[in-house]
């Protein structure tokens, strides 16, 4: 691997006396896209927030870009230029299409109040240039998408929905993007367009780092170039795709241990 965009060290998290994350060490690449996987309660979301900087690590650090960023917060670390999805959709639902993905693009504004009353052509040039960038990230997905952009995102079908949080996240720019189960509610066809639009992805921005966390063992195993496994807070596995499912505490971790014997 080339020097690490992103690196934790011993990362820990406590929640009083509960261990949610227990010393974790993961590197990802630039360009790279690594799979997280374990089951129910094993950390993955966690890690996220920990990242995120929605939970403060109660010891160990996290390194983005070369900078030490254990400890910043969420709007801080968002600017360096992480960005995330959420299991639980967070779209206003009664917004539209366009204005979900702005919401995306705020901490990246270089206009505000003063410019929209006496500045307005900067308003005005700023806000056109959003919103082409919203057409064509939504294009990327949906050719159909940009024509609905000003339809409330709650009138869209579960797949767009995903569609628009994922063009949210990459409208702030980002070099990491952290996907927590984007095929959630999905079905297989659905999660089959799913593994084509982060195809898409890749190939438009190969230089954007992806940690993607999924419970769809085919979308893991379809998309990412390597695995690290949780269970109970701790990494247990890393490798390829074949080699962390052929792990014998991961398998005991999604199976029980009588059944992994088998």
């Known amino acids: 691997m080339n020097a690490p965009i992103l690196e934790t060290r011993r990362l820990t998290v406590r929640f009083g006396g509960l261990v949610a994350l227990d010393g974790v060490d993961v590197a990802v690449g630039p360009g790279e896209t690594l799979g997280v996987i374990g089951p129910n309660g094993s950390g993955k979301t ?15 650090e996290i390194v ?8 910043l917060e969420a709007h801080a ?13 967070r779209l206003c639902l009664a917004l539209s ?11 990246r504004r270089t206009t505000g109040l003063a410019d929209s009353v006496v500045r307005r052509w900067r308003f005005r040039r700023e806000m056109g240039a959003a919103l082409e960038r919203a057409a064509h990230l939504l294009a990327l997905f949906n050719r159909e998408l940009p024509g609905r952009g000003f339809e409330p995102v709650g009138q869209l ?16 720019g980002p070099t990491l993007l952290l996907l927590d189960e984007p095929s959630a509610g999905m079905n297989p066809e659905e999660t089959a367009e799913l593994m084509r639009d982060l195809q ?5 921005m190969p230089g954007l780092s992806v940690i993607i966390i999924e419970h769809d063992m085919f979308v893991i195993e379809g998309v990412s170039g390597r695995v690290v496994a949780f269970n109970y807070g701790r990494k247990i596995a890393e490798g390829s795709f074949a080699a962390v499912a052929a792990h014998e505490e991961v398998r005991q971790a999604y199976l029980g241990t009588e059944r992994a014997r088998a």
């Not at 079908?157 to 702030?172: F, G, S, Y």
């Open 157 to 172: 079908p579960q797949i767009d929905r995903r569609r628009v949080e994922i063009c949210r996240a990459l409208a702030a």
């Open 46 to 60: 966690t890690f996220f927030n920990a990242l995120t900087g929605l939970y403060t690590p109660a010891a160990g």
């Open 64 to 71: 983005f870009g070369g900078r030490r960023v254990t400890g």
């Open 97 to 107: 299409v366009f204005d979900n993905i702005l919401i995306g693009m705020h901490a």
């Open 200 to 204: 898409i992805v890749r190939a438009e």
């Open 77 to 89: 670390i968002a600017r360096l230029g992480i960005a995330r999805t959420f299991q639980a959709s």
